[in-house]
DNA sequence: CTTTGTGCAAATTCTTTGCACCAAA
DNA sequence: TTTGGTGCAAAGAATTTGCACAAAG
């Protein structure tokens, strides 16, 4: 897969499944979401080796880790910068266009090295604003 | 302590100090950070209340609930929106001035409630960079 | 009295680690 | 054969929860 290897990760069944789930599911999976769902189709597959491998794209920088859920980290597989909304009812979360990223960057001290930025929206979503359900 | 009150947060002894704390220690600290910087002058004290307290403020809107690091929860007694860095190779958490905190709001969808925005960078200080021993 | 806060101990849960086995070059 | 990947079981660690006691009004 030309994802991993563009990325100096050497392509595996594993590593290959865990990067192909992020490209088509823009759901921001936690890593035991990734692992049940790959579970069925490659059973020898652990735990472990979903950290493992999502941990290494992330430090890659083929996908993105995201802090916005404080429980559990949530994997993305779109790069480009933009930012998350989670929704603290259902747990939802959507992705935030964002017009000029460059003021983003303007801002940090001199001799900062910037690997990460992250912006993160929480609240109560559309659908869940609607319900009363206390 | 009016900065409780004014929160709809009953004050009490530990919930003054936790308060306190973090109103002169502009450090983001952990909840244990606290926990141990306020032990020695209220021997009494448990995690749990801290962890209550905590809890308490920030969903009164009184302090920020920061999810930079993955791995503890920080507090910020100061809630004049501002974003953070963070270094990942000494820990040390840095305020990061925004120019226009307006644009941010801009690009949330109708309809969604949001109630906190964080804007997290990670990478590596100034001091840090310039360090040779990986 | 009744409601709310405190604190101990135990439980929960995500993530990492140690280690043995397997696979590829 | 050497290096790196995989996976199981166990460890680690922050935070929450259940419950009993104390405090406040």
Do not use: W
């Amino acid at each position: 897969m030309r994802y991993l290897a563009e990325n100096g990760v050497k392509p595996s069944v594993q590593r290959v499944a865990v990067m192909e789930y992020l490209l088509t599911h823009k759901t921001h999976p936690t890593a035991d979401e990734i692992f049940s769902a790959l579970y069925p189709r490659i059973p020898t597959l652990s735990r472990t080796t979903v950290y493992n491998t999502l941990n290494r794209l992330a430090e890659q920088g083929a996908i993105l880790s995201l802090d916005i859920d404080r429980e559990k980290t949530r994997y993305d597989g779109d790069t480009f910068f933009h930012g998350h909304f989670l929704c603290r009812r259902c747990g939802k979360i959507e992705d935030i266009p964002v017009g000029n990223p460059g003021y983003v960057r303007e801002m940090v001290p001199a001799g900062t090295r910037v690997t990460d930025i992250q912006l993160l929206y929480k609240g109560l979503c559309a659908e869940c604003g609607k319900k009363n359900d206390n």
